[in-house]
Each structure stands twice: as structure tokens, then as C-alpha cells.
């Protein structure tokens, strides 16, 4: 079965502070792995795409890193802002198809 | 920049309406999709469609319809509105997935069924 778990749940962390978010992922054959930010109450936006062959790629403070033969990812936030009090959703796609298969998100508040 | 707008960001309606979440993306994309967002379930696919007229169920179909007249507007329909609908919804849009284009969201409708 396809699927697309996260950790932590939640996390809280300090101004200034680094954290890195976890995303396992089951789907097969894998063609893509997306990290989305979701503002409460807002659309989600993209951050990274990485396809196979990709292993690490970078947004700014975001980093994102993939192992397709572990089947897992990271997303690394450095320096952290108030402004990245959010969840981050980890997206995997499989190769052929339209389906894009979801985690259910790791929120993340960073208190002053 | 690409921009996926949805109609309306907060409805509330009564039980047994019907409701139309419209959805409109400028820049050409032919796939289309509709979600839910749930706490704690994440989004979940109600349709999607890859071109005019052309519709695929996602994983929770039941209770929605959907309609795309035009290459730019996908349009969600709650054929008589019920409590457990009540949900925010997404509208996405992109080119082919599985090639590694960025998938655009709106931001989102609140639907509140009372």
C-alpha cells in the first residue's frame, strides 16, 4: 500500500534555532517527492521537488535531502523565523500516474 | 505568477443544499484535482481531471460532483450539502505530475454545513 508517514506530529522550537522534519514513504515506483509549507487557514506552497536522481536541494533556509533507497527524506530549517510557524506536508508521486500520495503534515511553531 | 483561485473562502450553508466551489487557474495546466483537508487525515483526493470534460474519482468521490466546461475552471458540487462535508477544500492544479512540475494550490474554501 502507498504511503506517506511524517515526524514528529508537532514540534516547537526557539527563534533562531535549527530542526529537520522526517517523511518516509512507501510509494512505488517513485517518481517524486515534494515538501509544501501550509500557512493555517492557506493554500499549501511549494518548497522543493526532487526526482530520483536528485539528493539534496535547497529553498532559501529550507533544505531538503532524499534517500530513494531508504525511502526517506528530510527537511532541514535553519536559522528559524516566527514566519516558519507552520505544517509541512511531504508529497511522493509515482512514476505513470496523477496520484500524488500525502502525509499528514508535521506542524511546526517557533516561539520568540 | 500562477495563480489558482477559488471562489469563495468561507460558505456556511444549511443541509440538503446545493453547492457549487468553483475553481480557476491561469496558466494553462490540464490537470485539475479537488481535495479535502481534515485534521489529522491530511488531503484527501475527491476528483480530478486531466482534461475538458474528462473527470477520474479520487478516493472519497461519494457525495461530489464535478464539472469542467473549460481548460481553466474545475467546479466541485455538493448535490445536497450534509454536516460530514463540512471540510476546507483545495483546488490544485498542474502539468503532468510524475514529471516533477510544481503543483499549484488555491487557498482553500471553508464549508461549514449546518
Redesign the interface.
Known sequence: KNQVEQSPQSLIILEGKNCTLQCNYTVSPFSNLRWYKQDTGRGPVSLTIMTFSENTKSNGRYTATLDADTKQSSLHITASQLSDSASYICVVTETGANNLFFGTGTRLTVIP | DVK?TQSSRYLVKRTGEKVFLECVQDMDHE?M?WYRQDP??????IY?S?DVKMK?KGDIPEGYSVSREKKERFSLILESASTNQTSMY?CASGM?????????????S?LTVV
Open positions: 489558482v490537470n484535482f489529522g487525515l491530511g488531503l484527501r483526493l480530478f486531466y477520474e483545495l503532468e505530475v510524475d514529471s516533477g512540475n510544481t503543483i499549484y494550490f488555491g487557498e482553500g471553508w
